[in-house]
């Protein structure tokens, strides 16, 4: 299933990359046709060409995406939370001394903060959005 679902998003990811091309040309066609000079018509070309390097960089990033997706589905049971993934973690409690009067009266301890912290915010994609 798992596989299926990753050709079908594969296909969607090359037609956006080929609809993007199309229209980087198209683009150019029309940059070239107000252009002036060699260089102007150039330029267009150029960025028509970064145009499509930038599509198809995108395309091998969502391929990329899926392939993990189909991963983590094929191995989701090996990693069971429980509900328990994004579960707030609590703040740790005051040290007080140890009991020897290492503190003043009134001073309590504080341990460091937790390392690494706990994630705040919406979960993020390490490839950025896809």
Known sequence: MQSAKQKLSDMASTAKERMVECEAKAAEK??????????????????????????????????????????????SHYHVS??????????????????????????????PAAYPPPPTGPHHHPYGNV
Do not use: C, F, W
Request: avoid cysteine; glycine fraction near 6%.
């Open 82 to 111: 429980h509900g328990l993934h994004n579960a707030p973690v609590p703040a740790p409690a005051p040290v007080m001394g140890h009991g020897y009067r290492h503190d003043p009266p009134g001073v309590t301890s504080i341990p």
């Open 30 to 75: 029309a940059e070239q046709a107000m252009a002036r000079t060699k260089e102007e018509k150039e330029i267009a070309h150029q960025r028509r060409k970064a145009k499509e390097a930038e599509a198809k960089m995108d395309l091998h990033i969502a391929k990329a995406v899926h392939a993990e997706e189909k991963l983590m589905a094929k191995q």
